[in-house]
Structure formats: C-alpha cells, structure tokens
C-alpha cells in the first residue's frame, strides 16, 4: 500500500528556532509533493509544493526533496508561535488522488 | 471569492439516519474530493471524482455514496449512519486530479456526530 509517513510529534521549538519537519513516501512513482499546515479546528491549508530534487524557498519556509531517498522536508525559519500547528505531508502518485501523512504537531514556545 | 464551501458546518444525528453532506466549488476545477479526519488518523479518502461524471472509491469507502451533481457540486450521503462515522468531513477540489501538480484546496470541514 502506498504510503506517506510523518513522526507525529509533538515537535518542540523555542521562537526563533528552526523548526524541521520530515516525511518519507513509499512509491516511487510520486510526482508531486505538498505540505499543508492545520490550525486546531480548521482546514488544511496549503504552504508549499515541491516538484524536482532540491531546495524550495517561500519566505521562511524551505521544502526540501530528496527523490533517491523518498524523503522529504519543510524548515520554519525564524519559527513564530503562530507557526504551532499540525502539519501534514502529501504526495501525488499517479492514478490516485493525494495521499496524506498523518501530521506531525509542531508548538513553539514564546 | 468563497473557494470550497461545505454545508452544514455541524450535524448531530441518530444512529440510523441518513443524511447528505453538501460541497461546493466556485474555482473551475475539474476534481473534487471527499475525506474524512479522525483524531490519530489523519486524513482518509472516501470518495473522488476526476471529472465531471465520474467518481472513485477511496481509502474507506463503506457506508457512503457519492454524487457529482455537476462541475461545481459534489455530494457525500450517509444512508443509515453509525456512531463509527462520527467525524471531521471535508471537500476538497484541484484543477486536475491523479498524478497532477495541482494541489487540492479545502472547503471549512463538517463536523458529524452520530449518537
């Protein structure tokens, strides 16, 4: 069965602090990858998506992919307690829709 | 621009009601999707539609059914609904759907309760 998987935290940080996030992926043939971030009670809301092999910078986000190890990452620079939220890792794998991790939770302490 | 709107917000039902979940999208897209969050679980596919006129079976498809009413509209129906479907719902929707570089965005989520 294909597969994403996320260490479900919690993740702790200090303000500040760079926060890293993982994933691995099971197929091979995924794609496409996406990181959504979820406020406690609300929709996931999409952050970053990743295609190619490398690095991805959006402000103090950077996704990172690593297609011969089937992994990858986000980094919160600068992490905000605004940024305390669950995170969820999802790969595109084709003749299915999205698969999704199960989260990892991350809080930042001020 | 209301993006992916779902009804109703909340729901509380008896075990053996039925009851259907509206979804709605305003942005054009060509794929829509049901799925269903529990604590621990993450998010689960029930249902998908590719396209207008087709639909798939998810990850946990038992106890539902589906129908894409149009472009803009994709229904979930609970037909004799147990305390196991007590859950997040949400509808999501992408430009494309399998294997494509568009993301799915979400609609606000449905909160179900079943007693």
């Known amino acids: 069965q294909k597969e994403v998987e996320q260490n479900s935290g919690p993740l702790s940080v200090p303000e500040g602090a760079i926060a890293s996030l993982n994933c691995t992926y099971s197929?091979?043939?995924?794609?496409?990858f996406f990181w959504y971030r979820q406020y406690s009670g609300k929709s996931p809301e999409l952050i970053m998506s990743i295609y190619s092999n490398g690095d991805k910078e959006d402000g103090r986000f950077t996704a990172q992919l690593n297609k011969a190890s089937q992994y990858v990452s986000l980094l919160i620079r600068d992490s905000q307690p605004s940024d305390s939220a669950t995170y969820l890792c999802a790969s595109n794998q084709a003749g299915t829709a999205l698969i999704f991790g199960k989260g990892t939770t991350l809080s930042v302490s001020s | 621009n209301a993006g992916v709107t779902q009804t109703p917000k909340f729901q509380v039902l008896k075990t053996g009601q039925s009851m259907t979940l509206q979804c709605a999208q305003d942005m054009n897209h060509n794929s829509m999707y049901w799925y269903r969050q529990d604590p621990g679980m993450g998010l689960r596919l029930i249902y998908y539609?590719?396209?207008?006129?087709?639909?798939d079976k998810g990850e946990v498809p038992n106890g539902y059914n589906v129908s894409r009413l149009n472009k803009r509209e994709f229904s979930l129906r609970l037909e004799s609904a147990a305390p196991s479907q007590t859950s997040v719902y949400f509808c999501?929707?992408?430009?494309?759907?399998?294997?494509?570089?568009?993301?799915?965005?979400f609609g606000d989520g449905t909160r179900l309760s079943i007693l």
């Open positions: 999501a929707s992408s430009i494309t759907g399998t294997g494509g570089r568009q993301p799915q965005h």
């Open positions: 539609s590719a396209s207008e006129g087709t639909t």
């Open positions: 197929d091979r043939g995924s794609q496409s």
